[in-house]
T-cell receptor, first 114, second 109 residues
Framework: KAGVTQTPRYLIKTRGQQVTLSCSPI?????VSWYQQTPGQGLQFLFE???????NKGNFPGRFSGRQFSNSRSEMNVSTLELGDSALYLC?????????????FGPGTRLTVL | TQLLEQSPQFLSIQEGENLTVYCNSS?????LQWYRQEPGEGPVLLVT?????EVKKLKRLTFQFGDARKDSSLHITAAQPGDTGLYLC?????????FGTGTSLTVIP
């Protein structure tokens, strides 16, 4: 069974640009969550999608948005990039996002904002 | 503000030594998970504990959930170089997981 895949793996952008990251969950998983990981703040929850609907949202500005498609694949978009957006962006999939479901993480997309 | 504080932040030990990593919070969690993350990869789930006072053993790793479900510990016996990595605790409250600050462990052969 293929794991969670994320594309691209590395990305370099400049301030003010926008970026779209993609996540393909494990087959059969309907919940996809996105996290931002930085050395200073650690791993922080961005949002969760289930059946094409955003179900939970973390404490990030509106520049961070996402969506989920009917095949459960998800995209995350960051507009008007800032230097502080440089981070490893991780997505995780689970069967239904339930309390006892296991989250499987992808390898992440390393975003650098210059 | 971090809901979960881990200590120590960095740990470097010799192969064969024992160690304990702590995960503390003032919040109550419905469940708590421990992950290990290696460079260039996403975190991998090690264990989930859901009951206050619960102890789970996974080979040389022992996980404990505090009685009040606010804290947890991870104990590794006879550490091996393969245990090297970033250890993260994550507490669930409501529909969201909150991750700890992380403990970077290096086991020297």
């Amino acid at each position: 069974k293929a794991g969670v895949t994320q594309t691209p793996r590395y990305l370099i952008k400049t301030r003010g640009q926008q970026v779209t990251l993609s996540c393909s969950p494990i087959s059969g998983h309907r919940s996809v969550s996105w996290y931002q990981q930085t050395p200073g703040q650690g791993l922080q929850f961005l949002f969760e999608y289930f059946s094409e609907t955003q179900r939970n949202k973390g404490n990030f500005p509106g520049r961070f948005s996402g969506r989920q498609f009917s095949n459960s694949r998800s995209e995350m978009n960051v507009s008007t990039l800032e230097l502080g957006d440089s981070a490893l962006y991780l997505c995780a999939s689970s069967l239904a996002g339930g309390a006892t479901d296991t989250q499987y993480f992808g390898p992440g997309t390393r975003l650098t904002v210059l | 503000t971090q809901l979960l504080e881990q200590s120590p932040q960095f740990l470097s030990i010799q192969e064969g030594e024992n160690l304990t990593v702590y995960c503390n919070s003032s919040s109550v969690f419905s469940s708590l998970q421990w992950y290990r993350q290696e460079p260039g990869e996403g975190p991998v789930l090690l264990v989930t504990v859901v009951t206050g006072g619960e102890v789970k053993k996974l080979k040389r790793l022992t996980f404990q959930f505090g009685d009040a479900r606010k804290d947890s510990s991870l104990h590794i016996t006879a550490a091996q170089p393969g245990d090297t990595g970033l250890y993260l605790c994550a507490g669930r409250t409501g529909n969201q997981f909150y991750f700890g600050t992380g403990t970077s462990l290096t086991v020297i052969p």
